[in-house]
Structure formats: structure tokens, C-alpha cells
């Protein structure tokens, strides 16, 4: 009988939940406190939970899949995108926001720093992550 893939898969779903709580929680507390502005740290609250959440289930997809089963990427209701990089690249915008923010430029600024570093991310990381 084969080996069941679902498994791991729906034990990391419920850890990923917890894991990217706390990593939001994390991002939320030290953007705030590095730049006095929750604002910020509500968007980088936001998107690095989410890009936790996001790559952990990819991660797991793509240790779990080699050479038995599908990738998260074959699902049929899956997006075109891929997924690893749009978690890492959620993870890592709002940390180089955050990283410029200390140097203290507007809001604005920051926000426009973290969706650029979010956008490079992206392109590397869809080059250099299997699909």
C-alpha cells in the first residue's frame, strides 16, 4: 500500500496556523516598537502570517510529493503562481520595510520599500524554488 501523503500534509496545515500566529505576532511587535507606528506594524503583522502560512504549506508540499503523488502547484484549484516564492516574498518585504523604517522615512516610503523587496523576492525566489 502506498505510503499516504495526506498525512503530513494536514499535521503541517494545523502547525503552520500556530507558527505563522506567532510570526505575525513577532513581525507585529517589533515593527511597532522599531518604528512607533502601528500602522506598519499591522501590515507587516499581516503578510509575514501570511507568508508563513503560505510557504509552510509549500515546504511541506514539496517534501512530502518527491516522487509519490503531486505538487501543491498540480492541484487543479490551484493558482498560477508560485507559491514558495509568494510566501517567502511576503516574509521578506516587510522585514526590509521594517529594516528602512528604523532609518526613518515617511509611511509611505516604507510601505513603497517593502512591496519592492516583496516584488525582487518574488522573481528570485520563483527562479531559484522548484515549482
Given at each position: 500500500?502506498?505510503?499516504?501523503?495526506?498525512g503530513p500534509l494536514l499535521e503541517a496545515d494545523s502547525r503552520s496556523?500556530?507558527?505563522?500566529?506567532?510570526?505575525?505576532?513577532?513581525?507585529y511587535?517589533?515593527?511597532s516598537?522599531?518604528?512607533a507606528d502601528a500602522v506598519i506594524g499591522l501590515l507587516a503583522a499581516a503578510s509575514?502570517?501570511?507568508?508563513v502560512r503560505i510557504y509552510s504549506q509549500y515546504h511541506?508540499?514539496?517534501a512530502n510529493t518527491e516522487g509519490r503523488g503531486s505538487s501543491l502547484a498540480s492541484h487543479p484549484m490551484a493558482g498560477g503562481y508560485h507559491y514558495g516564492?509568494?510566501?517567502?516574498?511576503?516574509?521578506?518585504?516587510?522585514?526590509v520595510a521594517t529594516a528602512v523604517g528604523v532609518s526613518g522615512p515617511g509611511r509611505l516610503v516604507v510601505v513603497g520599500v517593502g512591496v519592492v523587496a516583496g516584488l525582487v523576492t518574488y522573481?528570485?525566489?520563483r527562479a531559484i524554488l522548484p515549482r
Open positions: 500500500m502506498s505510503e499516504d501523503v495526506g496556523r500556530i507558527l505563522s500566529l506567532f510570526a505575525a505576532l513577532a513581525a511587535i517589533t515593527a516598537l522599531l518604528l509575514v502570517g501570511i507568508g511541506v508540499s514539496k516564492a509568494v510566501g517567502g516574498a511576503l516574509v521578506i518585504g516587510p522585514l522573481a528570485g525566489l
